[in-house]
T-cell receptor, first 111, second 115 residues
Framework: GQQVMQIPQYQHVQEGEDFTTYCNSSTTLSNIQWYKQRPGGHPVFLIQLVKSGEVKKQKRLTFQFGEAKKNSSLHITATQTTDVGTYFCAGPGRYYEKLTFGTGTRLTIIP | DAGVIQSPRHEVTEMGQEVTLRCKPISGHDYLFWYRQTMMRGLELLIYFNNNVPIDDSGMPEDRFSAKMPNASFSTLKIQPSEPRDSAVYFC?????????????FGSGTRLTVV
């Protein structure tokens, strides 16, 4: 079945440093979504990318969808303590409504 | 909008007991999903419904798990009998597919501990 992998699994950064997580799917995706889960919380939808090579920004967050639509990345510039959490990518398989979630990247910030 | 509402937030039960988890999706959302999250296996899709009809239950671990959606505003996930390996956080999520937007809204989850 479809597999979605993320690297790294964990990332510790000093506050103010940049952070990047990478997402790779075993199959071509019609779209890729990103979610953030704070410690003890639930996943919260951040964004959806649809087009090959698409880049979207949300303040300090930059999301990119690969040209082949099999990979994606999330880059955070100048991290803040509010960025702490686990970031998941998710993509649909054969049925567009059914998402497979990536393994997640857990970000911790050293003040 | 109150969002997706799950109950209870926490459940501790003894092995062999029946457990029922409840979910109220966002009004107007036509898809409902049940996920399980553990450290070892991450977020796993158990089952999902479209317009109250189960579409795919291939993620349900075994016959001890069952899910129902009797109407558009309510769904249950039942485990009978429960086992310690069922301990996890169970999330319900809903979505509406409109104008090409497919994002999920998750509930706060139910943390289940089976002792």
């Amino acid at each position: 079945g479809q597999q979605v992998m993320q690297i790294p699994q964990y990332q510790h950064v000093q506050e103010g440093e940049d952070f990047t997580t990478y997402c790779n799917s075993s199959t071509t995706l019609s779209n890729i979504q990103w979610y953030k889960q704070r410690p003890g919380g639930h996943p919260v939808f951040l964004i959806q990318l649809v087009k090959s090579g698409e880049v979207k920004k949300q303040k300090r967050l930059t999301f990119q969808f690969g040209e082949a639509k099999k990979n994606s990345s999330l880059h955070i510039t100048a991290t803040q303590t509010t960025d702490v959490g686990t970031y998941f990518c998710a993509g649909p398989g054969r049925y567009y409504e059914k998402l497979t979630f990536g393994t997640g990247t857990r970000l911790t910030i050293i003040p | 909008d109150a969002g997706v509402i799950q109950s209870p937030r926490h459940e501790v039960t003894e092995m062999g007991q029946e457990v029922t988890l409840r979910c109220k999706p966002i009004s107007g959302h036509d898809y409902l999903f049940w996920y399980r999250q553990t450290m070892m296996r991450g977020l796993e899709l158990l089952i999902y419904f479209n317009n109250n009809v189960p579409i795919d239950d291939s993620g349900m671990p075994e016959d001890r798990f069952s899910a129902k959606m009797p109407n558009a505003s309510f769904s249950t996930l039942k485990i009978q009998p429960s086992e310690p390996r069922d301990s996890a956080v169970y999330f319900c999520a809903s979505s509406i597919h409109r104008e090409g937007n497919y994002g999920y809204t998750f509930g706060s989850g139910t943390r289940l501990t089976v002792v």
